[in-house]
C-alpha cells in the first residue's frame, strides 16, 4: 500500500475515518459476559476487548476460577473473573452461555434472564435437543422467558475451531446490536 492510500485528514465518512487511522473509534458501553471457563470463551472475551466491550468471564468453579487467574488476584488477560451473575449484568450486557454441559447451567440461564441484561444466548449445535429448556423448565421459569433464549448463536459460517466460534458469535452479536442481519445482506 502507497502513502497516497492512507487517510490522515477526515473524509466525513465516519467508518472510513476510522478504518484508516483518521478518527477514534466510538467508545459504545457495552459488556460481554461468557459463562464457563472454556477455549472459546476465552477466545471471544479476547476478541470483544479488542472491539470494545467491557469483558467477564463468569466461572461459579472455584478451582477453574482460579486457573482463569493469575496468583495476584488479577486476570492474566483483559476480562475480569467472577463466579455470579449479581449486580454484574446490565441493559448494555450480552450473555453467551459458552457450555450447555456444566451442571450450573439452568441457574446461571435462569439469573442472566431475570437481570437487565439485554441479550442471552447459549452455544450449541440446533441439530441436538437444547438442555436449557428442561432445565429452565424445572427451576420453574416462564415460557416466555425461556423463549428469550438465542439458540443457536453466531453467524452461520460453518466454524469448525474455537477462534471460528468466538469469532462467529462475536459478529453476530455486533450484527444485532447493529439491527444487521449478518451474513453479505446490507
Do not use: K
Not at 476465552?42 to 476478541?47: G, S
Not at 476487548?49 to 488479577?74: N, Q
Not at 453466531?154 to 466460534?165: D, V
Request: hydrophobic share 40%; net charge negative.
Amino acid at each position: 500500500m502507497t502513502d497516497e492510500h492512507v487517510h490522515t485528514q477526515p473524509t466525513g465518512d465516519a467508518a472510513c475515518d476510522v478504518a484508516h487511522g483518521a478518527a477514534p473509534p466510538a467508545e459504545p458501553a457495552r459488556s460481554l459476559a461468557a459463562i464457563f471457563d472454556s477455549p472459546v470463551a476465552r477466545l471471544l472475551l479476547r476478541y470483544a476487548h479488542d472491539a470494545g466491550y467491557r469483558t467477564l468471564l463468569v466461572e461459579p468453579d472455584t478451582e477453574r476460577a482460579s486457573a482463569a487467574m493469575t496468583g495476584d488476584g488479577r486476570t492474566a488477560d483483559p476480562w475480569s473473573v467472577i463466579g455470579t451473575l449479581d449486580g454484574h449484568l446490565d441493559a448494555a450486557t450480552d450473555v453467551v452461555m459458552t457450555d450447555h454441559h456444566r451442571p450450573e447451567l439452568g441457574d446461571l440461564l435462569r439469573d442472566a434472564l431475570a437481570s437487565p441484561a439485554r441479550w442471552v444466548g447459549i452455544m450449541g449445535n440446533p441439530r441436538h435437543p437444547a438442555p436449557h429448556v428442561p432445565a429452565l423448565r424445572a427451576l420453574g421459569v416462564p415460557p416466555e422467558q425461556v423463549g428469550r433464549v438465542h439458540r443457536p448463536i453466531g453467524l452461520n459460517i460453518g466454524s469448525h475451531s474455537p477462534a471460528e466460534i468466538a469469532i462467529a458469535t462475536l459478529a453476530g452479536l455486533i450484527a444485532d446490536r447493529n439491527g444487521r442481519p449478518g451474513g453479505f445482506e446490507f
